[in-house]
């Protein structure tokens, strides 16, 4: 028997701790005896019911976990080694990690790197490895720290907080925006050089603006991606891999066809393993974790459905760590 956040929906949604017997879990992959889990955006969403997020009930939740293999039908991974799990499905159309005991695809798997802990890989979780791959997508476009300040919207967030940190850590002037008044202070010790309110994003805008961003991280989506994308500069980049504001683009082609600006799509659910087995590699060596701790809160798996509920109101800031034992 394990202890697991199960979601149901006889009629009527419902998230609860459960206590589940080892033989309902899927039928094939790899099992894991979970060490720490995490709550993602995505998560929260499910745990509240205020997004399409599971597609099938009932339904384990939890997209991320670190934990040790016990069984496997993959050659890739054996018994006894640390795993990092994101995505690749879990949580949405099979169970997922927000428990003591997963048996989850192959594919969603990486091995945890040397000198990162399972407790940090958590802290990171989907958010901090989605972050990690929109970095990269800027880098790979070109954009080094003397070209100009990059802009983070969402900042609070799991992906804006350790986007801040990242960024600043390889020597960019770090722009970002908040919503939250007492925030500036919190992003500043991460490393932002300036911090900006979301308003003047947030609303409708023209379709090209003041030149200002050489690259942008988005997490956010809509009107504040759309004004993201009119202020780039010439030949600047903005890397999206969120909708927290919105899934829509109320946006125009000018900035592509006018100043060559390029958007990027981050998918973190699917992202093929050498691609997610780089971007964790490059976050053991990048990230400092006393800065992480301090973006960081430990609950335990009852504590679950009430971080989900702050996460949608927006009362939350940095990461939650899932200690599925606690």
């Known amino acids: 028997m394990f202890k697991a956040v199960y979601l149901t929906r006889d009629g009527e949604f419902k998230a609860q701790l459960a206590e589940l017997d080892e033989a309902r879990l899927p039928a094939s992959g790899v099992t894991l005896r979970v060490d720490y889990s995490t709550l993602n955006y995505k998560d929260a969403l499910a745990l509240t019911d205020s997004g399409p997020v599971v597609r099938q009930f009932p339904m384990v939740a939890g997209v991320d976990a670190v934990g040790t293999v016990l069984e496997s039908d993959s050659l890739d991974f054996a018994p006894g080694e640390k795993v990092i799990l994101n995505g690749w499905g879990c949580g949405e159309t099979t169970w997922g990690a927000l428990a003591q005991r997963a048996r989850v695809p192959a594919e969603g798997l990486v091995r945890l790197p040397s000198g990162l802990s399972a407790h940090d890989a958590m802290a990171l979780g989907t958010a901090g490895y989605t972050a990690m791959l929109c970095v990269q997508a800027l880098k790979k476009h070109g954009l080094t720290p003397g070209v100009g300040p990059v802009l983070v919207t969402g900042a609070t967030g799991g992906v804006?907080?350790?986007?801040?940190?990242?960024?600043?850590k390889?020597?960019?002037?770090?722009?970002?925006v908040t919503g939250k008044v007492d925030a500036a202070d919190y992003l500043r010790t991460l490393g932002a050089a300036e911090v900006i309110d979301r308003t003047g994003l947030s609303g409708a805008g023209k379709p090209l603006q003041k030149e200002r961003w050489a690259g942008v991280v988005d997490s956010v989506g809509s009107h504040v991606l759309a004004n993201a994308c009119a202020q780039v500069r010439r030949d600047g980049a903005v890397a999206a891999c969120g909708l927290a504001g919105g899934m829509d683009f109320p946006a125009t082609v000018a900035p592509f066809i006018l100043r060559g600006v390029t958007l990027y799509g981050v998918d973190s659910v699917y992202a093929p393993r050498a691609q997610r087995q780089e971007a964790w590699d490059l976050l053991a060596g990048l990230i400092d974790p006393a800065l992480l701790a301090?973006?960081?809160?430990?609950?335990?798996?009852?504590?679950?459905?009430?971080?989900?509920?702050?996460?949608?109101?927006?009362?939350h800031r940095g990461r939650f760590i899932v200690d599925v034992n606690r």
């Open 160 to 168: 804006g907080s350790v986007a801040v940190m990242l960024l600043a």
């Open 294 to 315: 301090s973006a960081s809160t430990e609950i335990g798996l009852a504590d679950t459905f009430g971080a989900a509920a702050d996460i949608i109101a927006g009362r």
């Open 170 to 176: 390889l020597g960019f002037e770090v722009v970002a």
